[in-house]
C-alpha cells in the first residue's frame, strides 16, 4: 500500500478487513501496525479478523490492549470470540465486559445475542435467560 494511504484510518482500514477475509493474517497486521492513529473501528477490524481466521486467543489479546472508547460492534465482536474460546480467560473477559457494558448497547439486538451465546456457552443459563427477558 502507498505510503500516503497508510495513516488514512478508513483506507487502511478497509485493507486489514479485505486481508484478513483472504485469510493474510500477516499482512493485515503489518498495516495495522503501522497506523499511528488507531480508532476503535481500525481495532475493531484487526480483532474481528482475528475471530473470522480462528485466532481467538490473538483477537482477546489485541481487545486487552484497546485504550481508547469501545462501541457496540467491539462488545459483539469479543463476546463472539469469547463464545468460541470458552475457556477461563475467555469466561473472565466476557463477564467483565458485559458487567461494564452501557446500558444504551444492551438494546442492540446483536449484542445483546451475541451476550447471550457466550453465556450459553459458558453454562450460564440464569444470567442468558436475565439479558433475554430485558430485551
Known sequence: MPENYRNHNITSTSAIDMLMKFGDVESAERI???IETKNIITY???IKGYVGNEMF???LDLFEKV???LDDVTY???FNACAKLCNDRAMKIGKELLAKMPENYRNHNITSTSAIDMLM???DVES???IFRSI
Open 76 to 78: 459483539t465482536i469479543v
Open 67 to 69: 485504550d481508547i472508547e
Open 128 to 130: 442468558a435467560e436475565r
Open 121 to 123: 456457552k459458558f453454562g
Open 32 to 34: 495495522f501496525r503501522s
Open 44 to 46: 475493531n477490524a484487526m
Open 57 to 59: 486467543e490473538k483477537a
